[in-house]
């Protein structure tokens, strides 16, 4: 579960492998958003949380 504190209405998360390689893309919005990791590889990844495909939020997550 991913919370998102921004006041975002049309975004979108995106998770991309340590080669820049988008694995994963959803779209979110404010409050709780469950996302399914289950078919991304175990490992560290960096998200991106986009806005009106602006960058508001990134860092790094760890799928185990």
């Not at 991304?40 to 490992?43: D, K, L, P």
């Not at 990134?58 to 799928?63: L, N, P």
């Given at each position: 579960i991913v919370n998102i504190n921004q006041q975002i209405e049309n975004g979108e998360i995106i998770i991309c492998n340590y080669l820049g390689q988008q694995v994963f893309k959803q779209a979110v919005f404010r409050g709780q958003n469950a996302i399914n990791t289950s078919e991304?590889?175990?490992?560290i990844y960096f998200y991106s949380v986009?806005?009106?495909k602006l960058k508001v939020n990134?860092?790094?997550?760890?799928?185990e």
């Open positions: 991304i590889t175990s490992g986009l806005e009106n990134s860092g790094k997550i760890v799928i």
